[in-house]
């Protein structure tokens, strides 16, 4: 599976939006970009995923550039309960068993 | 449903002890993986189940071994803990390719 590139923490203030940006540039045609989040050391949960066109659920928005490249994942409106580790990964929509974590980036959400 | 559930929550072994770790799930997932994370890291895969009845290694399976007991069971065995077994441990489940849920995590301590 394709190696990602995060920033390692970021900043938000809450109420705004948080823009956490994933570098993945040997992405292939194959592979989707998935995002989780682990919250204080508990278990991560999904997020979002997508493989080419822009995708928005009730928690967030994934930014997938033209060439796949590199995503954004915006969490429109932060709240404090969005402080957690934020993981891009990019994998094979049938490679379940593949699914490679890095050190992701830590969003900290502040008043 | 309770999703994802691990026992022990917390558990301090002597080296050269052994333990199994409990994963349970109620989603009637075909998929049952194993992960750890060590501090300040992400996840590593250890071992998976696609489906009843089948086991494979991951990233890094030396020093356990599991058993996919039934469709909603998998346990992790450590035959004889080492201190660099100290780890928290996650189980996750998912429908075939779809997004993992995730247990709680147990922390394993081994001195």
């Known amino acids: 599976d394709a190696k990602t590139t995060q920033p390692t923490s970021m900043d938000c203030a809450e109420g705004r939006a948080a823009n956490l940006p994933c570098n993945h540039s040997?992405?292939?045609?194959?592979?989707?970009v998935y995002w989780y989040r682990q919250i204080h050391s508990q278990g991560p949960q999904y997020i979002i995923h997508?493989?080419?066109n822009n995708e928005t659920n009730e928690m967030a928005s994934l930014i997938i550039t033209e060439d796949r490249k590199s995503s954004t994942l915006i969490l429109p409106h932060a709240t404090l309960r969005d402080t957690a580790v934020y993981y891009c990964i990019v994998r094979g929509l049938y490679n379940n068993n593949d699914m490679r974590f890095g050190a992701g980036t830590r969003l900290t959400v502040k008043p | 449903n309770a999703g994802v559930t691990q026992t022990p929550k917390f558990q301090v072994l002597k080296t050269g002890q052994s333990m199994t770790l409990q994963c349970a799930q109620d989603?009637?997932?075909?998929?049952m993986y194993w992960y750890r994370q060590d501090p300040g890291m992400g996840l590593r895969l250890i071992y998976y189940s696609a489906s009843e009845g089948t086991t494979d290694k991951g990233e890094v399976p030396n020093g356990y071994n599991v058993s996919r007991l039934n469709k909603r069971e998998f346990s992790l065995r450590l035959e004889s803990a080492a201190p660099s077994q100290t780890s928290v441990y996650f189980c996750a489940s998912s429908h075939i390719s779809y997004e993992q849920y995730f247990g709680p995590g147990t922390r394993l301590t081994v001195t």
């Open positions: 997508g493989l080419k």
């Open positions: 989603m009637n997932h075909n998929s």
């Open positions: 040997t992405i292939s045609g194959n592979e989707y």
